[in-house]
């Protein structure tokens, strides 16, 4: 009884103890971006040593970061629609022609979310850069299609399934093709399961480094993460400019996150309980 009365107590102390452990590395970083290159060595874990924003304005022009974020946003954006495009009408086709070869096809697709990236990206590399498609923004997208469509698919799949085919059938009678009855009656009821795979495949994308570093060579092309990297490179001895790139790096999405928090939770939520 004593162990039951004092336990939120203790999950309290608890979550105070695992919080801490899980953001004193961010905390961390973000002090030491606001210091000198002498103060971190000596003494890192010190508030003395502040040098302002210097290490911000230093790193935002050095490492390009309105390019690579614009970067980002495009590729994270258009893989985004296709993903979502392509995924729910596959799954809508999947399930709505009960053809015996869709069953095989629905089988492969599930088992194929078992295999890592890993095995795959030298094949990848060495098969499309001896066709020259690397090195393209639009590549990048395509790829990212390729590797997203089959959980997306998985997870349409099922919420199709709860789409009354009724609803389907009053618009065919009101003169309505397959095209627009997806359109306009289907998709509309995928709302909670669109809004759950936009989040996961927003977050996949933005936060990748892997696929880009093998797909994009170019400078100009690098998204955030890719830029982060070779800056942090460049710059290895000057840790205050690293640790402020890398805190401009995870800014965007720590915010998009705590603005849509709620919205993540819910839609996650509605997607297991499917």
């Not at 309105?66 to 993903?83: D, E, H, P, Y």
């Not at 100009?220 to 205050?240: D, K």
Request: a positive charge; proline letters at 4%; hydrophobic letters at 55%.
């Amino acid at each position: 009884m004593k162990i039951k009365n004092n336990w939120p107590i203790f999950s309290f102390i608890i979550s105070i103890v695992v919080g801490f452990i899980m953001l004193f590395p961010f905390f961390m970083v973000l002090l030491n971006s606001f210091k000198g290159r002498i103060s971190i060595i000596r003494d890192p874990m010190s508030f003395s040593g502040f040098v302002g924003f210097d290490n911000y304005v230093n790193a935002f022009k050095t490492m390009n970061y309105l390019g690579a974020i614009k970067n980002s946003i495009a590729v994270s954006g258009l893989s985004l629609v296709v993903i979502v495009v392509f995924s729910s009408m596959f799954a809508y086709f999947l399930e709505r022609w009960q053809w015996k070869i869709n069953k095989i096809i629905f089988l492969v697709i599930v088992a194929s979310m078992i295999i890592p990236f890993q095995t795959l990206m030298i094949p990848l590399v060495s098969i499309y850069g001896s066709i020259g498609v690397l090195n393209s923004g639009g590549s990048l997208i395509f790829f990212y299609l390729g590797f997203g469509m089959a959980m997306a698919t998985f997870m349409y799949h099922g919420f199709v399934k709860g789409v009354p085919k009724e609803l389907e059938e009053a618009a065919l009678l009101d003169g309505c093709g397959k095209l627009e009855t997806f359109w306009r009656i289907v998709f509309p009821n995928l709302a909670p399961i669109t809004a759950t795979i936009i989040i996961l495949d927003l977050l996949w994308i933005w936060n990748d480094y892997l696929l880009p570093s093998l797909v994009l060579i170019r400078e100009t092309q690098r998204t955030l993460p890719l830029s982060t990297f070779y800056f942090f490179g460049n710059y290895t001895s000057e840790f205050g400019y690293g640790m402020a790139a890398l805190i401009m790096s995870i800014a965007p999405i720590l915010i998009l996150y705590l603005i849509l928090q709620r919205q993540i939770i819910s839609g996650v939520m509605n997607g297991s309980i499917k």
